[in-house]
């Protein structure tokens, strides 16, 4: 496939085999939905104050950044399966060609991320810093993609995924 050209270029090669994980199939642990504002209102207990969040952040920012790096996770896993992946994906739905575009290529079990840092936006959209793994080494270090709020889960960005489909120099449609 793809990687057969990539073989004297092992850089070039590793964002290959990292967007390669990203659209292959591959169980882990999903959002629940637990500890996310409901909308409900709640009052301070006598002589406190809340202080309300800022228009840059979501109500809960330690909820909403674990949220984040739990769902980056298991999105960039190997042994996460397909329907898992469109859950936790950008209009995942209408993502699905993408995500199979490069299903049962081998050199995607070899491939994770691991996010090192999370700055919020605004109260749905967030910087990711992140290292791209593969093999358990640092392929692409400190890369940077965004995770946006989408039916109240925290999701990849259909941006972060078509920008690593175009550092693999393959065209995907969709991307």
């Known amino acids: 496939m793809v990687f ?24 882990a642990c999903s959002d ?7 909308g409900s209102e709640t009052s301070a207990p006598a002589g406190t104050t809340t202080a309300p969040a800022a228009a ?6 330690a909820a909403a950044q674990a949220e984040i790096t739990r769902n980056w996770t298991a999105f960039f896993n190997p042994g996460t399966p397909t329907a898992e992946r ?14 199979a575009a ?15 840092g999370v700055e919020f936006t605004s ?10 793994l593969v093999g358990g080494a640092p392929a692409l270090p400190d890369a940077q993609g ?10 990849v960005s259909v941006k972060t995924l078509c920008g690593l489909v175009e550092l693999s120099g393959v065209t995907v449609p969709g991307c």
């Open 56 to 61: 840059d952040e979501p109500d809960d920012p």
């Open 86 to 99: 469109v859950k936790l994906l950008e209009n995942g739905e209408q993502m699905q060609a993408v995500l």
């Open 4 to 27: 057969a050209r990539l073989g004297r270029r092992p850089r070039l090669a590793a964002l290959a085999a990292a967007a390669v994980l990203v659209l292959t199939p591959a169980v």
């Open 32 to 38: 629940d939905g637990e500890g996310r504002y409901d």
């Open 146 to 155: 965004t995770s946006v709020l989408q039916d109240g889960t925290w999701k």
């Open 102 to 116: 490069f299903g049962g290529d081998e050199n995607a079990a070899a491939t994770s991320a691991k996010v090192t």
């Open 123 to 132: 109260d749905a959209g967030a910087n990711v810093t992140y290292d791209l």
